[in-house]
Structures are given as structure tokens and as C-alpha cells.
T-cell receptor
Framework: AQSVTQPDIHITVSEGASLELRCNYS??????LFWYVQSPGQGLQLLLK??????LVQGIKGFEAEFKRSQSSFNLRKPSVHWSDAAEYFC?????????????FGIGTKLQVIP | EAQVTQNPRYLITVTGKKLTVTCSQN?????MSWYRQDPGLGLRQIYY???????DKGDVPEGYKVSRKEKRNFPLILESPSPNQTSLYFC????????????FGQGTRLTVV
């Protein structure tokens, strides 16, 4: 079975600083990978996704993520964080399972942005 | 506007009192699912449905029921809620097949006392 590890539960960065959120997955083949963001009181919104091809994917709100097969990682990055980026971020992996796409989420990383 | 709508957003109930959380999507998606979100555990899938009248258990189905009589609706039923079902619940929908991202509702905060 697949699994997702987000090793950082909380991260604090200063506004304007760069950001990297870590995500590692466990699966025998190349999975489909997603990053979602959850703002306070809101549902999850898709930031970006990786299915195949270019290993550096661009998403919304200036985020990008890089798939590294050798490290089983899919880290999320942003060059300059804005206060509005404070939220919880979830990495997810999807695999084909009995005719449907089973999605497994990490436990999330809560991002705090300080002035 | 494409959306997944859950109701209610907040609910406080007592142990054993049956409740239903509704979920509706307007995107004609075949696939719908329910998750619960708990601190330190992320999102865990409760039940899913691949289409009308087709439902199956996710990772944590105990104490929950679902039905899918119409394509757009996928209610979550707690026949006899218990305090360990206090959680934040999300409904999600997507097209079937691979490479389909999920669209989420805004969540239902349930407290069982």
C-alpha cells in the first residue's frame, strides 16, 4: 500500500523568505502526486499535480514542486512567501486501485508566516 | 460555479442521536468520497462511491453509512454517533479514471458530546 510522509508538522518562515515543504512517498511504481492547501475554515484546494513528463511542475499562487524519483520525494517550493500563504499544506499520492484512483494524504504541514 | 457543498458546516450533537451530513456536487462527477480530518492523522477516507448505487468502504468506515441514489448527492449517515467521531469531515468529488484531482467541500465540523 502507498504511504505519504510529511516530516514537518509546523514550519515558520518570515514573509519574503523562501519556502520548501517536504513530502516523501512510498509506492512501487510512479504514482500521481498532488499538493493541496487548506486555508483556515476552508476545504482543500489543489495547488499542483504531477502525473508524468517534466519533473518540475508549476502551480497556482507561485508554487512549484519537483518530483525526484531517486528520493521518492515531491517537495513544494515558493521563492518568496506572502502572509496569505499561511495555511496547512497536504501532499497526496494517488494510485490505481480496483478501477478507481485511491488517494492517500500526508498528515499535513502547518505554515506560519511572520512579518 | 463548480462546487461541492456540504451541510451543515458546524454540528454539535449528543451520543446516539442519528445525524446526516449532506454533500452535493454540480460538476456531474462520477466519483465521490468522504474523509475525516484529525490532528496528526491527516485525511482518512471513510467511504467512496464510483457512481450511482455503487459504494464501498474506505480506510475508516466503522460507524458510518452512505448512500448514492443520485449522481450529485452523497450523504454521510451516522446512525449512532459517539464522541470518537468528533472530527472535521470533508466530501470530495472527481471524474473517474486516472489523473483526476479531487474537488473538496468546505468541511463539516462535528462535535459529539
Amino acid at each position: 500500500a502507498q504511504s505519504v510522509t510529511q516530516p514537518d508538522i509546523h514550519i515558520t518562515v518570515s514573509e519574503g523568505a523562501s519556502l520548501e515543504l517536504r513530502c516523501n512517498y512510498s509506492y512501487g511504481a510512479t504514482p500521481y502526486l498532488f499538493w493541496y492547501v487548506q486555508s483556515p475554515g476552508q476545504g482543500l484546494q489543489l495547488l499542483l499535480k504531477y502525473f508524468s513528463g517534466d519533473t518540475l511542475v508549476q502551480g497556482i499562487k507561485g508554487f512549484e514542486a519537483e518530483f525526484k524519483r531517486s528520493q521518492s520525494s515531491f517537495n513544494l517550493r515558493k521563492p518568496s512567501v506572502h502572509w496569505s500563504d499561511a495555511a496547512e499544506y497536504f501532499c497526496a499520492v494517488a494510485v490505481n486501485s480496483g478501477g478507481y484512483q485511491k488517494v492517500t494524504f500526508g498528515i499535513g504541514t502547518k505554515l506560519q508566516v511572520i512579518p | 460555479e463548480a462546487q461541492v457543498t456540504q451541510n451543515p458546516r458546524y454540528l454539535i450533537t449528543v451520543t446516539g442521536k442519528k445525524l446526516t451530513v449532506t454533500c452535493s456536487q454540480n460538476m456531474n462527477h462520477e466519483y465521490m468520497s468522504w474523509y475525516r480530518q484529525d490532528p496528526g492523522l491527516g485525511l482518512r477516507q471513510i467511504y467512496y462511491s464510483m457512481n450511482v448505487e455503487v459504494t464501498d468502504k474506505g480506510d475508516v468506515p466503522e460507524g458510518y453509512k452512505v448512500s448514492r441514489k443520485e449522481k450529485r448527492n452523497f450523504p454521510l449517515i451516522l446512525e449512532s454517533p459517539s464522541p470518537n467521531q468528533t472530527s472535521l469531515y470533508f466530501c470530495a468529488s472527481s471524474r473517474t479514471g486516472t489523473r483526476r484531482e479531487a474537488f473538496f467541500g468546505q468541511g463539516t465540523r462535528l462535535t459529539v458530546v
